[in-house]
């Protein structure tokens, strides 16, 4: 099994992996270029996130040889769930859900309601949207909660 508890050494490429997802995925949405590319650093993602023990011990990553992607779960949910640009399509998020479903026994989590590649890929893996959305702060954007 290639997926394993994140530690402190995995940092440097689990922002890595959070910075370049958010850049390919969220800038073409949200269009704002000081956040894309100013205020999302590696470095200070990690700093005001990531280095967290509460959060550190909530991330699981691939890896298998070097870290390719990971997940954060809270209790039954999967919050974050990225897989490195480099890496995509070659079933490496796959392994990941199944591993969640499975293993922690996740049934839901929030993704961008316009996000089509993502909500795709989790209705590939049993979830579907409910009605439930929530406002993106200090935008026109919502999320949609996905439920198994």
Not at 86 to 108: P, R
Not at 115 to 141: P, R, V
Request: hydrophobic letters at 40%.
């Amino acid at each position: 099994m290639n997926i394993r508890k994140a530690s402190r050494e995995d940092l440097s490429r689990i922002g890595e992996i959070y910075v370049f997802n958010n850049r390919a995925n969220y800038y073409p949405v949200f269009k704002d270029k000081i956040y894309s590319f100013s205020k999302l650093q590696v470095i200070s993602i990690i700093d005001e996130y990531f280095k967290f023990d509460e959060v550190l011990e909530s991330i699981y990553v691939f890896d298998d040889g070097l870290v390719s992607a990971f997940m954060e779960i809270k209790e039954t949910e999967i919050c974050k769930l990225y897989v490195d640009p480099f890496f995509q399509n070659s079933g490496i998020g796959s392994e990941l859900i199944e591993f969640a479903i499975k293993e922690l026994k996740t049934n839901h989590l929030w993704v961008l309601q316009e996000n089509d590649k993502a909500i795709s890929f989790y209705q590939k893996h049993g979830f579907h949207l409910t009605n439930t959305t929530m406002d993106i702060e200090n935008t026109n954007k919502k999320i949609v909660e996905m439920k198994r």
